[in-house]
């Protein structure tokens, strides 16, 4: 079983950075796929990035495109939020695809492993 431990996350003004790691154990492998999804309150879970194994292929959210930059080495990803603003506040949780898939997606069903989520709050 897949276990995905998020650390990061914080209070921050706007237009400042923070920058958020996620680092995976308990497969018989690496995810493939691995993302970041969001949720502020009372609105629906949100795709904002995504990587894949090799980590030449990602995708944003159009929303934080320019502004967030995803990364990873072997179990790890990071995503690197700048110039951030008060809409950007939400939880923040990792994700990962199951073992054997290697395509990105953008939906939330899409993904098999959770994290337990980090708090990212931008005053403004």
């Known amino acids: 079983q897949v276990q995905l431990i998020e650390s990061g996350g914080g209070l921050v003004q706007t237009g400042y950075s923070l920058s958020l790691s996620c680092e995976a154990s308990?497969?018989?492998?690496?995810?493939?796929?691995m993302g970041w999804f969001r949720q502020a309150p009372g609105k629906d879970r949100e795709f904002v990035a995504a990587?894949?194994?090799?980590?030449?292929t990602t995708v944003y959210a159009d929303s934080v495109k320019g502004r967030f930059t995803i990364s990873r080495e072997d179990n790890k990803n990071y995503l690197q939020m700048d110039s951030l603003k008060p809409e950007d506040t939400a939880v923040y949780y990792c994700?990962?695809?199951?073992?054997?898939?290697?395509?990105?997606?953008?939906?939330?069903?899409?993904?098999?492993?959770w994290g337990q989520g980090t708090q990212v709050t931008v005053s403004s």
């Open positions: 308990g497969g018989s492998s690496s995810p493939n796929v």
């Open positions: 990587i894949d194994w090799s980590g030449d």
């Open positions: 994700a990962a695809r199951p073992l054997r898939v290697t395509v990105i997606t953008r939906a939330p069903t899409g993904f098999q492993y």
